[in-house]
Nanobody, 117 residues
Framework: QVQLVESGGGLVQPGGSLRLSCAASGNSFRIYRMAWYRQAPGKQRDVVASITTRGITNYADSVKGRFTISRDNDKNTMYLQMNSLKPDDTAVYYC???????????WGQGTQVTVSS
């Protein structure tokens, strides 16, 4: 099972940008479908963006055109570039790695993103 560590969260003003990183342990990163999730206080954890092993991306409607997910298999790292941030983007952002059944998905510890003036 891969170990995941997120970084790059913080406090940013509305309209600002942040870049999140998710570093994975081991040498099998490239076989995992990767995704970013977020969870705001009192709400469920929802998927923000995902990227397949072949680099095919998918985004939640709320972030389309503002967020970009990418991965660097040589560095075992996934990224989330977040632009034009809004207060509604405030949440803990989690990294997820999934290689399908029967293996369980892996989660990072989360990184806080706060968008506020």
């Amino acid at each position: 099972q891969v170990q995941l560590v997120e970084s790059g969260g913080g406090l940013v003003q509305p309209g600002g940008s942040l870049r999140l990183s998710c570093a994975a342990s081991g040498n099998s990163f490239r076989i995992y479908r990767m995704a970013w999730y977020r969870q705001a206080p009192g709400k469920q954890r929802d998927v923000v963006a995902s990227i397949t092993t072949r680099g095919i991306t998918n985004y939640a409607d709320s972030v389309k055109g503002r967020f970009t997910i990418s991965r660097d298999n040589d560095k075992n790292t996934m990224y989330l570039q977040m632009n034009s941030l809004k207060p509604d983007d405030t949440a803990v952002y989690y990294c997820n790695a999934d290689r399908g059944r029967p293996w369980p998905a892996s989660w990072g510890q989360g990184t806080q993103v706060t968008v506020s003036s």
